[in-house]
C-alpha cells in the first residue's frame, strides 16, 4: 500500500484529494495548521497532521511523524485579489511564503527519501491563472508561475533517479474556502481607479458556467500522481482545459 502527504487539506482540493486517495486505499498523511480529523471520513489508513508550510521547524516534524511516502501533493496555498498598486508588501511576501517559498522547502523535505529509493512523486498544484493573463491576480499568478518554472526544471533534474515532478492547474472554483480566504483579502485593494476593471472581472467570475469542482482536482492530481510518464503539466477542470488547449 502506498502512502500519499497532502498539504492544505481542512478544506477545497486538498480535503478532497485526501478522500479521493482514501477511496482508492492509499495510506493518506492529510495536512493542516490546524488539524480536523472530523472533516475526513474515518479510516485506519488515515493520519492527520499539523503542518505550516511556512514554518521549517512544523516542515520537519511532519515529515519525520509521517514516516516513508510515495508521493508528496503540495496543494496549500492562499488567495489574493485586488490592484497591485494597492496591495501591501508584507501581504505579496506572505503569499509568497506560502505558495512558493512552502512549496519548495515542502519538497526539500522530501527528496531525500524519494531519491534514495528511486521512486515517487511529486505533484505540486499551481493555477490556470498561469495559463493567460487574468486581472488583480498579479501576485498570486507571480507566485503560481513561480512554482510552474520550478516543477519544469526539477523534473529534469529528478528524471535520473526514477522520481517525477508534475503540474496541476485548477481552474476557478468558487466553492473553495481558498476563494473565500482570498475574497477576505480583496478589502483595501480595489481603490476606486480599479473599481471599473473589478467590476467587469467579478461579473465575468460569476457569470461563468464552466468552473472547476474540487472532485475535478482531485481526479487529476490522482492521476498525476498515478502516472508514470514524463508528462509535466495536467489541467483540472473545464476552464482550466479550455485555456490550456487554447496557450
Not at 485526501?18 to 493520519?47: G, N, Q
Not at 496543494?75 to 496591495?87: K, P, S
Request: include cysteine; glycine fraction near 8%.
Amino acid at each position: 500500500m502506498k502512502t500519499v502527504l497532502i498539504t492544505g487539506c481542512s478544506s477545497g482540493y486538498g480535503l478532497e484529494t485526501a478522500r479521493h486517495f482514501l477511496a482508492r486505499e492509499w495510506r493518506v498523511i492529510a495536512t493542516m495548521r490546524t488539524p480536523r480529523a472530523e472533516v475526513l471520513p474515518p479510516s485506519e489508513h488515515l493520519r492527520v497532521l499539523p503542518l505550516d508550510v511556512t514554518d521549517l521547524d512544523s516542515i520537519a516534524a511532519a515529515v519525520e511523524a509521517s514516516g516513508p511516502i510515495d508521493v508528496l501533493v503540495n496543494n496549500a496555498g492562499i488567495g489574493a485579489f485586488g490592484a497591485f498598486e494597492a496591495m501591501p508588501m508584507p501581504m505579496v511576501r506572505e503569499i509568497f511564503e506560502t505558495n512558493t517559498f512552502g512549496v519548495m522547502a515542502m519538497t526539500q523535505a522530501v527528496l531525500p527519501q524519494l531519491r534514495e529509493r528511486g521512486a515517487g512523486a511529486i505533484v505540486n498544484v499551481t493555477s490556470s491563472a498561469t495559463l493567460a493573463p487574468m486581472p488583480l491576480v498579479a501576485v498570486y499568478t507571480a507566485s503560481k508561475a513561480a512554482i510552474e518554472g520550478f516543477t519544469g526544471s526539477l523534473a529534469l533534474e529528478l528524471e535520473g533517479f526514477g522520481v517525477r515532478a508534475k503540474l496541476v492547474e485548477p481552474g476557478y472554483g468558487p466553492s473553495t474556502r481558498f476563494t473565500s480566504n482570498g475574497g477576505a483579502r480583496i478589502e483595501g485593494m480595489i481603490t476606486e481607479p480599479y473599481a471599473p476593471l473589478a467590476e467587469r472581472a467579478f461579473s465575468a467570475l460569476g457569470a461563468s458556467t464552466a468552473v472547476t469542482r474540487p472532485t475535478d482536482v482531485a481526479e487529476v492530481v490522482f492521476a498525476a500522481a498515478t502516472d508514470e510518464t514524463d508528462r509535466l503539466r495536467y489541467a483540472a477542470g473545464p476552464d482550466a482545459v479550455a485555456l490550456a488547449a487554447s496557450s
